[in-house]
């Protein structure tokens, strides 16, 4: 399955990105992929097992999963229903704390496409596209943390 990651250094401590990064009332304001977003199933917190609906920035939607969500180092989802194009869909993003209070934030997709016999032709773009996306959400997540200043109380 093609993998695409990228990491940014922000200057903020690991547990309040790793907060801003789950806290959807602020998710808008910062991350650029996203147009819409919403918890399903009555759930209103991120969670193991919880599912979540999104529209992205190309109008495209999609209902994904929590697999992982160990606060404040790790959370991963998988696609539950989605674009047809593909036949798996994952994420993770990884917080990893660094000297001087800063944060290596680093963001994966891993995706498998429906069609076998076009994957050479479609897995560079969506790579290239996926690369792109996850470039511009990191340096929102940056622009939130340092210069918005929409990091949040670090829960106990």
């Known amino acids: 399955m093609p993998v695409v990651e990228r990491s940014l250094l922000i200057k903020a401590p690991q547990d309040e990105l790793f907060d ?13 992929f996203l147009r ?3 918890f399903l199933d009555g759930a209103g917190e991120a969670a193991v ?11 495209l939607t999609m209902v994904a999963e929590y ?4 606060r404040p ?26 000297a001087g209070g800063s944060t290596e934030v680093i963001f994966r997709y891993q995706f498998e ?18 690369g792109r996306d996850i470039r ?6 940056k622009r939130g943390a340092e210069q918005m200043d929409l990091r949040v109380a670090p829960r106990a």
């Open 20 to 32: 801003l990064a789950q806290d959807y009332g602020l998710r808008l304001k910062w991350d650029p």
């Open 36 to 38: 819409e977003m919403r």
């Open 49 to 59: 097992g919880v599912r979540v609906w999104v529209r992205a920035w190309t109008g």
């Open 67 to 70: 697999l992982t969500l160990n």
């Open 73 to 98: 180092q790790v959370v991963a989802m998988e696609m539950v229903r989605g674009p047809f194009i593909f036949r798996r869909f994952a994420g993770s993003w990884r917080f990893q704390p660094h």
């Open 113 to 130: 496409t429906r069609w076998r016999g076009l994957r050479w032709l479609v897995n560079p773009v969506i790579a290239w596209v996926f």
């Open 136 to 141: 511009r959400r990191l340096s929102g997540l």
